[in-house]
């Protein structure tokens, strides 16, 4: 079950450069999209989220781009701080669904 | 700010034996649901819950799985007969509204089997 990818497993950044992270996604059902930011020893945290009414959402240093056409979204941090390093997850739901499907993450490193 | 709490943060359990994990949601949240990571894999959904009964479960929330509110604020998922894959660490998370909300998680269990 792939519906929600994150083919990069990894990314490294420099400190006040900006971070991309990509994600694509098969189920043409999914109507919301969320980010979830995850610490090691901690559960994942929730960061910005996009209904599919929209091609973009802006949240401080977070923008959440989606391209409905392609089945792709995106999350921009820009300046990447090192307290950014963690793991991102992307994920997506259904409206009126009681799950919510995630992809596999993709570790940033963002160094000083 | 209002946090889920899971406990134990880690649970060493022989392999057969049955395992309680236990979360207390948030406390004016009506959605309750479990994931499951295992060790360098990506979270997986295995149940929601809503108004005492299961809304939605995966094909890995089998007959060996069960979840109970058993009284107003604990959530519970208690695995039967333990098997050496059920090793992972167990996510806990709730919402006031469906799934198309941001879901507050738990810290986790880590559960070992051994």
């Known amino acids: 079950d792939q519906q929600v990818k994150q083919n990069s497993p990894s990314l490294s950044v420099q400190e006040g450069r900006i971070s991309i992270l990509n994600c694509d996604y098969t189920n043409s059902m999914f109507d919301y999209f969320l980010w979830y930011k995850k610490y090691p020893a901690e559960g994942p945290t929730f960061l910005i989220s996009?209904?599919?009414?929209?091609d973009k959402n802006e949240d401080g240093r977070f923008t959440v781009f989606l391209n409905k056409s392609a089945k792709h979204l995106s999350l921009h941090i820009v300046p990447s701080q090192p307290g950014d390093s963690a793991v991102y997850f992307c994920a997506a739901s259904v409206a009126g669904g009681f799950k919510t499907i995630f992809g596999a993450g993709t570790r940033l490193f963002v160094k000083a | 700010e209002p946090e889920v709490t899971q406990t134990p943060s880690h649970q060493v359990t022989q392999m057969g034996q049955e395992v309680i994990l236990r979360c207390v949601p948030i406390?004016?949240?009506?959605?309750f649901y479990w994931y499951r990571q295992i060790l360098g894999q990506k979270v997986e959904f295995l149940v929601s819950?809503?108004?005492?009964?299961?809304?939605?479960k995966s094909e890995i929330f089998d007959d060996q799985f069960s979840v109970e509110r058993p009284d107003g604020s604990n959530f519970t998922l208690k695995i039967r007969s333990t098997k050496l894959e059920d090793s992972a660490m167990y996510f806990c998370?709730?919402?006031?509204?469906?799934?198309?909300?941001?879901?507050?998680f738990g810290d986790g269990t880590r559960l070992s089997i051994l």
């Open positions: 996009i209904s599919s009414i929209k």
């Open positions: 998370a709730s919402t006031q509204d469906t799934a198309n909300q941001p879901q507050h």
């Open positions: 819950f809503y108004n005492n009964e299961i809304s939605e």
């Open positions: 406390s004016n949240h009506l959605y």
